[in-house]
């Protein structure tokens, strides 16, 4: 293959496509081609640290390549183009949307929200995903991943302070009974192991881990999905950041050794058996909480420019991403190694953990040191930016890159990407009836993976740590409920006890629904994060929203065409909500080879993460009933349909119809129930989604040890919906209240006109009874109900 | 020299029925385990300095033994080791190397973590072919089962 690579200008498409291959750039014959002509332009054969350059930053996880490019959508005859999908739907609604409380937005690592009732910190959120590292080594992978979305967190602006780790997993189910492919590891050996990675890195690094959520499906048997989050906190005059010309180039934290090396561009290849040990790696946490406390210290002392995150792609991403305007020169024979063994371009692509780049004037360097070495944390000096516009990478007199910025970050050729959609056929006809009583199939869907109790992996995260975690992920009276946001109040980053100000986050997922209709998944994966915000009192009019797409391969006209519709889902929901996107992240090539040969797609998964304001965390709320006698609300209109639901699963119900979400219906309801919780009238708050309205019922009832005397024939409802609808059916934009008795005169005032009904009272009784007029639909004891949901996952 | 930490016996009963469980579910019912954590600590040094850290570093002496050589005491088992392998990092092995520096004065020249499962159960061959199933991870670890 040598041989091969020294005639690199020369080669044909086939040997181009051979090279790739043996290097694992993952670069298309196009791209390829592009990389080919600029070699030729500049007339020299290039050196393999610039190819590996060129692949990573290149690649579809640097790069987002799909998203950005441009699309050419048909349906129904009618056919739609996007120059770049991305820019035309989620950009567009922020744009459109202006907030001022957005400070940041898809410019750096995280979008950045105005936080504190002094205006003085920024709230900054990403989510990113680490899925094809976790199906290979769900430990590592999953340790990496948070390892790099809080390093995402650490280097935006000039670093924000970690307060909140999210994490939300896909898994296939864990009794499910396909052969699995040779180099597969089963779904519980995944779920364990990157439960166990996100637990030991957050819990060790001091950052509370305290909302997500776990989505079983067989479409993730081969390709799981990890997403992981952080939330941190900036002073809003450190958002800004600049490199200049003579900054010193400073890598902060791990030292650089072998592992990891081809990450970015693994991420866009299919897992097989081929796939290599050194594309994972296992994480460090004690190394990035050194990074942590060095860069806290080092920024309110002014002492850097600039910085960002090592992830995908190591030095050469990172680097060259600081560098896009200017220029850099990088001396590799300076990086501290973990081996010796190891080559220049090697050291350029490393995607080693818990390293940081940092410009720092030369003048500052000596008061940086000082912090670094009090703080037992690694450094090395790797060169300056210069003002030349070239990349230049050298190992002692060996020139390993020397590149324009131009070319590295704009050469990149797009491709118009067909699109296509062909939905299922929906029917609509009345559920079949089931022989099974209402009980009987509430006590199933209670103890089905995606509804049931998830406390053996949240109470392994130390959700407490940092003292900031008002409302918890699990709640009630034995604090064991399933909670519908998290409320921090972030005294530990701002030092201010006297600012009651936190922020509630929370998420919405429904990938069962985009099977059916990508663009109703995102209305309701929308609808339902803003709910569970309300449902915390959190202020929704502030909401800020992150997309983080995963897909199986976009080279499929169907999977895109499930895309473009997503993504015009997201614009509508973000102008409806007044909701604006602030950052994303996508992920691809989510399939692999199944035990007979066949490619195995994931379903298209879009999560929606949701942050909000909750102006006094003191006045917050949870989703447990809490005294005998209150009255029960339910709001919002129950809508016929059974698709997207949990039901739909169990049962051969013969409806797949999705109600579809009526956003300026659910908006004005949510903006009256908001103000009856500001003025305290609401004393618990839940929403209705997987499983549908009877266990909604259920979980606030065992979660707060009441019974409740409920009869749903006052709720709003379409005509003609049925029992079935009504109990399990999951239409969106439905939530159950109890209302303080002593308010509720105050309350109905609230929301006059809006499809809100009394559906009862909450009791002392140990027993919920449900009926509709007459009819007794069932009843049964609390604790009997919270045995069915209580089953251990892990 | 592995320094070899398990949990007395007294409050070890969660860990051993959990790692039953996952066995039986795998397909092996086990009639007896015991679980260990072993530290590889590669340094020519004497007994007497590898019983200080395992007294002293390595254990919590209200709830775990240690030993550099005995094996807990469960007839007719199988001995499970699970390694990372070279190649891939160890941060308890390198973290533990630091704490070793700071507490002797001297590195040693590497140590490696690892795991024992010792399990009473029918078939050796059943047990490695499980064990690849749910503990290991052919990518990342290097494993051995042998009988006591």
Not at chain 1, 161 to 171: E, I, S
Not at chain 1, 425 to 434: E, F, I, L, T
Request: charged content about 25%.
């Amino acid at each position: 293959m040598k041989d091969l690579f020294s005639k690199f200008t020369s080669l044909s498409e086939k040997d181009l496509v051979k090279i790739d291959a043996a290097y694992g750039w993952s670069l298309n014959a196009a791209e390829l081609k592009q990389a080919q002509r600029y070699f030729r332009k500049i007339k020299r054969e290039p050196a393999r640290g610039e190819l590996e350059s060129i692949a990573q930053t290149w690649s579809e996880h640097c790069k987002h390549k799909t998203f950005s490019g441009p699309v050419r959508f048909s349906r129904r005859g009618k056919v739609k183009k996007y120059k770049n999908l991305f820019k035309e739907t989620i950009v567009k609604a922020t744009r459109e949307l202006d907030k001022p409380w957005c400070l940041s937005v898809f410019t750096d690592n995280a979008g950045i929200v105005e936080f504190g009732a002094d205006r003085k910190w920024g709230l900054a959120f990403k989510a990113e995903t680490h899925n094809h590292p976790c199906a290979v080594e769900p430990y590592g992978g999953a340790e990496t991943g948070v390892g790099g979305v809080i390093r995402d967190i650490l280097g935006v602006g000039l670093g924000a302070k970690p307060v909140l780790n999210t994490d939300n997993f896909c898994f296939g189910r864990l009794d499910s009974k396909m052969k699995l492919p040779k180099n597969a590891l089963g779904a519980e050996r995944v779920f364990r192991g990157v439960v166990e990675g996100v637990r030991d890195y957050g819990n060790r690094i001091g950052i509370p881990t305290a909302s997500g959520g776990i989505y079983f499906d067989d479409g993730y048997l081969l390709n799981p999905l990890v997403y992981v989050g952080c939330v941190g906190l900036i002073p809003a005059d450190k958002i800004e950041k600049k490199v200049r010309p003579g900054d010193l180039i400073l890598s902060i934290g791990g030292r650089t050794g072998r592992d990891g090396i081809h990450g970015a561009t693994f991420s866009s290849a299919n897992i097989d058996e081929e796939t290599s040990a050194s594309a994972v790696q296992i994480g460090h946490a004690v190394n990035e909480k050194k990074v942590l406390d060095v860069l806290m210290r080092a920024r309110d002392l002014g002492l850097y420019d600039a910085l960002t995150d090592c992830g995908a792609g190591g030095f050469s991403s990172a680097i060259g991403e600081l560098a896009s305007g200017t220029g850099a020169h990088v001396r590799l024979e300076n990086a501290a190694l973990k081996d010796t063994k190891i080559e220049p371009w090697e050291i350029w692509v490393s995607e080693s953990q818990e390293r940081m780049i940092l410009a720092v004037p030369p003048k500052k360097l000596a008061a940086l040191e000082d912090i670094l070495n009090s703080e037992n944390c690694e450094y090395c000096v790797l060169g300056e930016f210069t003002s030349n516009n070239r990349l230049l990478v050298t190992f002692n007199s060996e020139v390993v890159v020397d590149l324009t910025m131009d070319f590295l970050h704009e050469g990149v050729p797009s491709f118009e990407k067909p699109a296509v959609f062909s939905a299922p056929r929906v029917s609509g006809r009345a559920p079949r009836k089931n022989k099974k009583t209402c009980l009987q199939v509430l006590k199933e869907l209670l103890a089905h993976p995606n509804i049931c109790s998830r406390h053996s992996v949240i109470t392994q995260y130390d959700h407490e740590v940092q003292g900031g975690t008002v409302i918890k992920p699990l709640q009630g009276k034995s604090g064991d409920g399933p909670g519908d946001a998290t409320v921090i109040w972030p005294h530990s980053a701002t030092g201010n006890i006297g600012d009651f100000s936190g922020f509630a986050v929370t998420h919405g997922f429904n990938p069962a629904a985009g099977r059916l209709d990508p663009y109703q998944m995102t209305l309701w994966s929308v609808d339902e994060a803003v709910r569970n915000l309300l449902c915390s009192g959190a202020e929704i009019s502030r909401t800020a929203l992150l997309d983080n797409f995963c897909a199986a391969s976009p080279k499929d006209p169907q999977v895109m065409g499930g895309l473009v519709l997503a993504a015009e889902g997201c614009y509508d929901a973000a102008i409806g909500y007044g909701a604006p996107f602030i950052s994303g992240k996508d992920s691809f090539y989510n399939q692999s080879k199944d035990a007979a040969g066949k490619d195995y797609p994931i379903p298209l998964s879009l999560l929606i993460s949701a942050i909000a304001p909750v102006e006094d965390i003191r006045r917050a709320i949870t989703m447990n009933f809490k005294e005998a006698g209150d009255p029960v609300y339910l709001a919002g209109l129950n809508q016929k349909g059974m698709g997207g639901s949990v039901y739909g699963e169990l049962y051969d119900c013969g409806n797949n119809r999705m109600g579809p979400v009526n956003i300026k219906a659910a908006v004005k309801l949510y903006n009256a129930l908001l103000k009856a919780i500001k003025k305290g009238h609401v004393r618990a708050a839940h929403d209705v989604s997987q499983g549908g309205l009877a266990v909604t019922l259920a979980e606030m009832a065992f979660s707060g040890g009441l019974g409740a005397k409920l009869d749903l024939g006052a709720a709003a409802a379409e005509k003609g919906l049925s029992d079935t609808e009504l109990l399990f059916g999951e239409s969106p934009s439905r939530l159950v209240l109890e209302v303080a008795k002593g308010a509720e005169a105050e309350f109905v005032k609230l929301v006059k006109g809006l499809p809100v009904g009394k559906i009862g009272s909450v009791d002392d009784g140990r027993s919920l009874s449900v009926k509709t007029g007459r009819r007794p639909l069932f009843s049964e004891d609390v604790n009997a109900l919270k045995a069915c949901w209580k089953r251990e996952l892990l | 020299m592995i320094i070899e930490v398990w949990t007395k016996e007294k409050y070890a009963k969660n860990e051993e029925a959990g790692f039953a469980a996952r066995m039986a579910r795998a397909g092996l019912p086990i009639k007896a385990a015991r679980l260990s954590r072993l530290y590889k600590v590669e340094a020519p040094w004497t007994r007497t300095e590898f019983n200080r850290l395992g007294a002293e570093l390595l254990t919590d002496n209200i709830t775990e033994h240690y030993s550099i050589s005995k094996r807990p005491g469960i007839k007719g088992c199988y001995r499970v080791e699970i390694w990372l392998k070279n190649s891939a990092t160890d941060v308890v092995g390198e973290s533990v190397k630091e704490a070793v520096h700071d507490m002797l004065g001297r590195s040693p020249a590497g140590v490696r973590f690892g795991r024992a499962y010792y399990a009473r159960c029918a078939s050796g061959e059943k047990l490695r072919a499980v064990i690849s199933k749910t503990l290991m991870n052919e990518v990342v670890n290097v494993c051995s089962v042998n009988k006591l």
